[in-house]
């Protein structure tokens, strides 16, 4: 598996598959989420608000409480792509190169990521 994501900390994303993918939300919707950590070793990603689980956290100190707590879990780096904001649909991506700076763009409109 390469080492190297189309993804990065902070984007704003959309997913592909499953019971948050576009064919499963209203026409015109897209159920987007802002990416809080990147695992590029092991090619996953958690996004903000998607694929939520339910943790049983023990109390490890004393006063301390526990409980159940809903977290985000990871999902896999292939399963999202990158929301285009005038598109307004998840887009792929090519690298424009000015003056020596790489900035990402939308592949089919051109818009700036």
């Given at each position: 598996?390469?080492?190297?994501?189309?993804?990065?900390?902070?984007?704003?994303?959309?997913?592909?598959?499953?019971s948050?993918?576009?064919?499963?939300?209203?026409?015109g919707?897209?159920k987007?989420?802002?990416?809080?950590?990147?695992?590029?070793?092991?090619?996953k990603?958690?996004?903000e608000?998607?694929?939520m689980?339910?943790?049983?956290?023990?109390?490890?100190?004393?006063?301390?409480?526990?409980?159940?707590?809903?977290?985000?879990a990871?999902?896999?780096?292939?399963?999202?792509?990158?929301?285009?904001p005038?598109?307004?649909?998840?887009?792929?991506?090519?690298?424009?190169?000015?003056?020596g700076?790489k900035?990402?763009?939308?592949?089919k409109?051109?818009?700036?990521?």
């Open positions: 598996m390469s080492n190297k994501l189309h993804i990065k900390k902070g984007d704003t994303v959309v997913l592909n598959v499953g948050f993918s576009n064919k499963f939300v209203k026409a919707e897209v987007t989420g802002k990416v809080l950590e990147v695992s590029p070793k092991e090619g990603v958690i996004v608000g998607i694929n689980v339910t943790k049983h956290v023990k109390p490890r100190k004393q006063g301390e409480t526990g409980g159940i707590v809903k977290a985000e990871p999902i896999n780096a292939c399963k999202v792509s990158i929301y285009c005038k598109c307004k649909k998840g887009v792929r991506t090519k690298v424009k190169v000015e003056d700076k900035t990402r763009v939308c592949a409109c051109g818009a700036e990521l």
